[in-house]
Every structure is written in structure tokens, then in C-alpha cells.
């Protein structure tokens, strides 16, 4: 798949170490929710960096909508979350993958599982159900250190007919909150309707560490291998 250049149009600080990024990228396809794209930047040497980022929003030609959650001593985040700005130009390749997708046209209940970042391709997924008018069923479940950390949850709260939103924070929760800061339990992924005998799709994203630990409390549940889809992501 080849590369396009692609224009900055847009940014948007998320919380503080993320940032939404929209780039214009002539003879980029729409992409389907769950999907993602390459990044490439070019130094003045000519040293190239390259790196994965799901996207955030979908279905528009000639648009890559990116959130990019800063690592430290990255290559490649530090850059875009605080110095790319409208106008700044790097290199696209996408849209890539086609098994952590959802269909718009599957009406199966959907369990999404996010850990910090990795709700940015449940966003896409969210924002599609949306626009296309769907009312099938949809859980998010996010775990997050801190209220800070939560990446859009303004917009993840917000009422929607069908969709149940539950968060989970490890570290410090918002005053008021009932339950302690904790780690993700088995009792976060049992509701009803969202079981392993309703069929349900399931989509795990986050470090590698938390999906391996979600994944095994999913299975554990009952939920078939086979029906839970896995993406991980960590420093490179």
C-alpha cells in the first residue's frame, strides 16, 4: 500500500499528554470503524520514524482522523502532541486492518473493552454506530488512571439510546465516585445482554499487559476466543 502526503488541518488537546489530530490526505479511502493507519515522519537527515494509530473517526475520503497519546522519550508522539501544527506535513499509508472492525450492518451486542488509549478506535466505532442511526446494543468499558486520563469523555458520556458506559480508575477517582481507585474485575464485564450466550462481539485494546489481563477474565466469563478481538499497543 503506497504513502500519502498528508496535510495537518487540525488539532485539538484531549487531555494532558493526548491530542486529536485531522490531516487532509489526497487519495486517502474512507476507512471502516476499528481500523488504522501508518504514520511516517522524515527527519532533515533523512531519518524516518513509523508508527501505528488508530483512527479515531471514519468514513470520509481524503480524511485521516487520528488521537495520539504522548510516550515518553517517543520518536514519534512527542512530535505530534506539541509540535505539529495546521499546515505541517508527514506521511500517510492506509486505511490497515480488517479484523478489529465493526460493521455498521451487524446487529450482534458489541463489549468494548479500553484501557487509557485505547478507546480511540471504540471512539470510531461509537461515532459510526451514531452516524449511521444504529441502535445496536454497546457497552464500553474503559479503565484509566486518573479523570484526566479519559480521552474524550465529555463525548463518551453523552446520552445515546443503546449504549452503557462504565468507567473504571486505578489510580484517583473522581470525587464522589462510589467505588475506589482499582484495576479492572471480572465484575466490570458481566451485564446482562452482553454475555457469552448472546453472541456478543468483543473488542479488547490497550497495553499489551491490560489486554492480556481482560482477555483472561473475558474468557473466564465464558466468552469464545474466537469472539474476542485483541489490539495492543506499547513504546517501541
Do not use: K, N
Request: charged share 20%; net charge negative; proline share 11%.
Amino acid at each position: 500500500m503506497s504513502w500519502h502526503v498528508a496535510t495537518v488541518v487540525g488539532t485539538r488537546s484531549v487531555t494532558p499528554t493526548a491530542r486529536a489530530l485531522t490531516l487532509a490526505v489526497p487519495g486517502f479511502a474512507a476507512a471502516l470503524p476499528g481500523q488504522h493507519v501508518d504514520l511516517r515522519l522524515t527527519a532533515p537527515d533523512g531519518y524516518q520514524a513509523t508508527r501505528a494509530y488508530s483512527l479515531s473517526d471514519t468514513g470520509q475520503d481524503e480524511r485521516v482522523d487520528v488521537v495520539v497519546d504522548e510516550v515518553p522519550d517517543g520518536e514519534v508522539s512527542p512530535y505530534l502532541t506539541r509540535v505539529a501544527r495546521p499546515g505541517d506535513q508527514l506521511e500517510v499509508r492506509g486505511p490497515l486492518g480488517g479484523y478489529f472492525v465493526w460493521h455498521e450492518d451487524d446487529p450482534a451486542p458489541v463489549l468494548l473493552v479500553a484501557g487509557g488509549s485505547g478507546v480511540v478506535p471504540f471512539l470510531a466505532m461509537l461515532r459510526a454506530r451514531r452516524a449511521a442511526g444504529r441502535r445496536t446494543p454497546f457497552r464500553l468499558v474503559c479503565s484509566v488512571r486518573t479523570p484526566d486520563d479519559a480521552i474524550e469523555r465529555a463525548e463518551v458520556d453523552s446520552p445515546d439510546p443503546g449504549l452503557d458506559v462504565h468507567w473504571v480508575f486505578t489510580r484517583a477517582a473522581p470525587p464522589g465516585w462510589p467505588a475506589p481507585p482499582r484495576r479492572l474485575t471480572t465484575d466490570d464485564l458481566v451485564t446482562p445482554g452482553f454475555g457469552p450466550d448472546d453472541g456478543t462481539a468483543v473488542f479488547v485494546c490497550g497495553p499489551t499487559g491490560f489486554v492480556e489481563a481482560a482477555t483472561g477474565l473475558l474468557t473466564g466469563l465464558g466468552h469464545p476466543p474466537g469472539r474476542v478481538r485483541t489490539e495492543r499497543f506499547g513504546g517501541a
